[in-house]
């Protein structure tokens, strides 16, 4: 059964830098005396006693802020991160597409990058071999994809990492925004791909800054501020609450 | 993947950490592959270039110190060619080992794979290096002919060991120098002081057996370095030369204490890899 469950998970990063470590503020801090428990590495809260319970069928939207903490849930819920303190249990095959550039590699082709960054999303070699006409097919990249990836554009770029992406069969399919930068034809096309693997996935989180994207996928969401779940329910009921009424135009006055 | 209810600090973890990890064989193995392909792509001959610079290396090598030392180079050169192959494994492991996670930073942020993975991609395009370099020794054969008897099969267990070694050497490094980065430079500066300090251009049994006891007497205080004794255990069966069970107790003993503190570490630590890169 796909699940993701985390209860208090609180997630903190120590900041190291070179002043923190360096042997003078060390001493200082001897002579001086009582900064002891300031002294040590300083640390950023990117998450406080988050608790969420996500089933299979979820379709959660992330909202909130740049730097509320959306990126640093999903690394949590993918098993990246493993809480600093309270729980967390990922059960599923988890497909994160934080990045569509991670794992792809300049000097080889593209139909070699295809296969690697398929094993890295949890394929196996022979099930990439089986969906590679399908996407050399959707990327329209035609002979291309026997030249190395140095030589694509940053849009042809893209519409590979889609294709690879939108191929897969993920138990549980953690998406950051930020899929852009390819033209309005392709996007429409991608966009279709892009649904039907929301619909095979058995639970969706999607970090996102454009409602429609939202609508278009989501039935719940999270807002996120400051590193704590601010709200947690029904998408309309969220993105009203965050973006205000507006956000979701009322439906008593239009269909039934 | 999915992940226990049990606190990250777990054995169990770190053990399915290794287990995952090593399931995943068709990734880490494809990602080696790919390391090596990669460094010599737009060259003509490729990964044969591994083969000749070694050959060139050890020719070189072999060459000046039979000179200097006095020795035939039918000795000499054999000699250096086997230790700097195998000492070439052991470097590599621990170098590059004390980079493993800073230098895939971008894959440990953004796919939740078991850190063991990179460990063994890293591993594992040692190994592939090694078995490059071994065409260098073939030749080496045909040129000079050493005694190797049925007891030279031996190197193969050796070689296992060795590759034992290399993993928690560099799962050991890489979790260390993942939080403390000084250690990245420092490592890499041991690593080729002992170069100098471990058999491999120099020839140990005749510094044993120098006239002057002195000099004996300084050459057996390189038993304390444990580079010697995993050099010996492979050397010795491919040159065909005298095999000593006490290089096989040290190297066993090695990898048992080695593997213990890793896990101890590992333990604690492989949670804080992820934020710590």
């Known amino acids: 059964m796909v699940s993701i469950t985390t209860r208090d998970a609180s997630v903190d990063f120590p900041i190291f830098d070179a002043k923190s470590r360096s042997l003078k503020k060390t001493v200082l801090g001897l002579v001086g005396g009582n900064i002891a428990s300031d002294a040590k590495v300083p640390v950023i809260q990117a998450l406080h006693d988050v608790t969420v319970d996500l089933q299979h069928g979820a379709r959660v939207g992330l909202v909130g802020h740049n730097g509320a903490g959306k990126s640093t849930l999903l690394r949590l819920l993918a098993g990246i991160y493993e809480p600093t303190r309270g729980s967390a249990l990922v059960e599923g095959k988890v497909a994160p597409v934080f990045d569509l550039g991670v794992g792809m590699d300049p000097e080889i082709s593209g139909y070699e990058n295809i296969l690697i960054r398929g094993l890295f999303l949890g394929m196996t070699r022979k099930q990439m071999e089986a969906r590679v006409d399908d996407i050399a097919e959707f990327t329209e990249l035609g002979d291309f994809l026997s030249m190395p990836l140095r030589t694509y554009s940053t849009g042809m770029r893209v519409r590979l990492a889609l294709g690879v992406v939108t191929s897969i069969d993920p138990e549980i399919l953690l998406l950051d925004e930020g899929i852009g930068a390819v033209d309005a034809a392709f996007l429409e096309k991608a966009r279709g791909r892009l649904s039907d693997l929301v619909e095979r996935a058995g639970l969706l989180v999607f970090a996102s800054h454009s409602d429609e994207f939202l609508r278009q996928l989501c039935t719940s969401a999270i807002w996120m501020e400051h590193g704590q779940i601010r709200q947690q329910g029904s998408l309309k009921e969220v993105l009203r609450a965050y973006k205000g009424p507006d956000a979701w135009p009322d439906e008593a006055h239009g269909a039934a | ?277």
């Open chain 2, 1 to 277: 993947m999915s992940s226990a209810r049990t606190a990250p600090t777990s054995l169990a973890k770190t053990l399915s950490d290794l287990q995952v990890g090593w399931g995943q064989r068709e990734l880490w193995g494809h990602l080696g592959w790919q390391d090596i392909r990669q460094r010599y792509r737009r060259s003509l001959l490729g990964p044969i270039w591994i083969t000749i610079s070694m050959a060139v290396t050890a020719i070189a090598l072999g060459i000046l110190y039979a000179g200097l030392f006095g020795n035939s180079l039918a000795e000499q050169l054999p000699y250096i060619l086997v230790g700097f192959i195998v000492w070439g494994f052991i470097a590599g492991c621990i170098n590059e080992g004390s980079e493993v996670f800073i230098a895939n930073e971008g894959l440990i942020k953004h796919l939740p794979s078991p850190i063991s993975v990179h460990v063994y991609r890293l591993v594992w395009r040692q190994v592939l290096f090694f078995l490059h370099n071994l065409l260098v020794y073939a030749v080496m054969l045909l040129v000079f002919p050493q005694p190797l008897t049925w007891r030279s099969l031996a190197a193969i267990p050796a070689f296992a060991l060795l590759v034992a070694n290399g993993a928690w050497v560099a799962l050991l490094a890489g979790i260390v120098s993942t939080r403390f980065r000084d250690l990245t430079p420092i490592t890499q500066s041991i690593v080729q002081l002992m170069f100098f300090m471990t058999p491999i251009v120099w020839i140990y049994e005749d510094f044993l057996n120098n006239p002057n006891p002195t000099i004996a007497e300084r050459a057996r205080l390189a038993e304390f370095n444990p580079f010697l004794h995993f050099i010996e255990i492979i050397r010795s069966p491919m040159l065909g030369a005298d095999q000593n069970l006490r290089h096989w107790v040290v190297v066993g003993v090695i990898t048992v204490v080695g593997w213990v503190m890793t896990l101890v570490v590992m333990r604690r630590y492989r949670a804080r890899v992820a934020y710590w890169v």
